[in-house]
């Protein structure tokens, strides 16, 4: 039985303290193209987080199930981005289905997702971080899910605040040198700074 610490500190550390774009640096193509309103931004954050979780289940298993014991991990890259696009197709199709206001504003975004490097980051991070090692292979699963739920959840923050922010800014009396990306670069700097505060608090 995995203590629930186990689970917490992942979830917190994988949402703050290691976030996958202000302090991975992952998914920063999204995070400065899809946050000048907020409603994109939600949107763009709820399909990371479907495509995040799902394929963090899904890569594990094709990893630890096929992969590993058949001595191909050289090729889990491959086989974690054919993962990925299968679920983003899914999500594209969704998406347009039923929303089709929210389709046009994350436009070639969406499509993008396939290349996120948040997502594909997150999952191989989990392989790499060896949980079924560590907790045995049902245990580790819900180990990864939970970090990829911290780092989506962390994703999500990022993004809505970023959106705040931008929006915030486009009313504001801002230098013409400085508008656009100069200020929003400035701002995502402070904001990365804020959460490299938070080292070390688990």
Do not use: H
């Not at 703050?16 to 774009?21: A, D, E, G, P, T």
């Not at 959840?153 to 656009?180: H, N, Q, Y």
Request: net charge neutral; proline share 3%.
């Amino acid at each position: 039985m995995i203590s629930p610490t186990v689970f917490f500190v992942a979830i917190v550390s994988s949402m703050l303290i290691n976030n996958i774009v202000l302090m991975r640096f992952l998914g920063v193509c999204p995070f400065l193209g899809v946050s000048r309103k907020t409603e994109s931004a939600l949107g763009m954050s709820a399909a990371v987080t479907f495509v995040m979780l799902v394929a963090s289940v899904l890569t594990y298993i094709l990893y630890y199930l096929v992969l590993d014991p058949f001595g191909i991990e050289y090729i889990s890259t491959i086989a974690f981005i054919l993962v990925i696009a299968s679920l983003v197709q899914l999500v594209e199709m969704f998406i347009k289905r039923f929303s089709q206001k929210l389709y046009k504003m994350l436009g070639i975004y969406l499509p993008l997702i396939v290349t996120n490097c948040a997502i594909l980051g997150i999952v191989e991070i989990n392989i790499r971080e060896n949980y079924a090692v560590q907790y045995g292979f049902g245990a580790g699963l819900a180990v990864a899910v939970t970090s990829a739920l911290g780092a989506a959840l962390g994703f999500a923050l990022v993004m809505f605040a970023f959106s705040s922010i931008r929006e915030r800014l486009d009313a504001a009396t801002v230098p013409e040198s400085w508008k656009g990306v100069p200020i929003s670069l400035v701002v995502a700097g402070i904001m990365a700074l804020a959460f490299l505060g938070l080292g070390g608090i688990v």
